[in-house]
């Protein structure tokens, strides 16, 4: 395949590369629309299923590398990749999901009636410690960081699976694309085991695909 003097300027430039940003698989509590946040939850057998299917589709994109959270629902998402290409799960703490104080393990509606004020004011698009846990622009301080430091170790044209969380993953595209924070909920949630993709060229990172990977679902999480 001949390379054109563009491509070639690019690739040389350390351009070119992809980033898969995967959500983990369905488990019990998004179901129940419980906020997780940090807490450690397992996948549900549909989460498992949705993980091996998804894994077969993104193995074929090739990838190079694979980080995830080390929360086990990203973990055990990021293993069915694993087992199909032979890479390596990074596992990386700053890829965990927001922390969100008292609100984890209670559902929208127990939110709703005991911290009626601080959820509306979330849902306005303010900047609230969710359950006096983390603002979302001190998730992306932590977690995009971590996203660029493995993409760095990326060849030319490379592609990185990150495996990581609705929230986290929401706030790490804002930040990447260069987005003010109050504009970061103009991103969609991910439903389960869906991912976006951003692409690198000349001016930076570009939104090249979102919630992608099968017909549309609705989003379960923390996040909505």
């Known amino acids: 395949m001949t390379v054109g ?16 940003l995967w959500r983990h698989g369905q488990t019990s509590w998004n179901l129940e629309r419980r ?10 057998d549909t989460g498992r299923a949705q993980a091996r299917r998804a894994a077969r589709l993104l193995a074929g994109l ?14 055990d998402t990021a293993s069915e990749l694993a087992a199909l290409t032979g890479l390596e799960v990074v596992q990386e703490e700053g890829l965990r999901e927001t922390y969100a104080g008292v ?18 004011a979330w ?11 983390e603002l979302e622009t001190e998730v992306a301080d932590r977690a995009a960081p971590v996203v660029l430091r493995h993409a760095d170790k990326l060849p030319a044209g490379g592609t990185l699976v990150v495996v990581s969380h609705g ?3 929401r706030t790490t595209i804002g930040r990447l694309l260069g987005l ?8 969609g949630g991910l439903s389960n085991c869906c991912w976006s993709v951003l692409g690198e060229g000349a001016r930076g990172w570009r939104l090249l695909e979102h919630n992608a ?3 549309p679902e609705p989003v379960l999480g923390d996040d909505t």
Do not use: C, M, N
């Not at 563009?6 to 430039?13: K, M, N, P, Q, V």
């Not at 090739?62 to 973990?75: E, G, H, N």
């Not at 003010?180 to 991103?187: S, V, Y």
């Open 167 to 169: 929230g986290t993953i």
């Open 5 to 20: 003097p563009g491509e070639l300027a690019a690739r040389s430039a350390g351009r070119g590369r992809r980033l898969i």
């Open 123 to 133: 849902k306005r698009g303010e900047p609230v410690r969710r359950g006096g846990g």
């Open 103 to 120: 609100w984890q393990g209670l559902t929208h509606d127990e939110i709703l009636a005991r911290h009626g004020e601080e959820y509306l």
């Open 213 to 215: 990977g099968s017909l």
């Open 62 to 75: 090739s990838p190079d590398a694979i980080v995830a959270s080390d929360l086990r629902r990203a973990v």
């Open 35 to 44: 906020f997780q946040g940090t807490t450690d939850v397992d996948l549900t």
């Open 180 to 187: 003010d924070a109050h504009l970061w909920e103009g991103l």
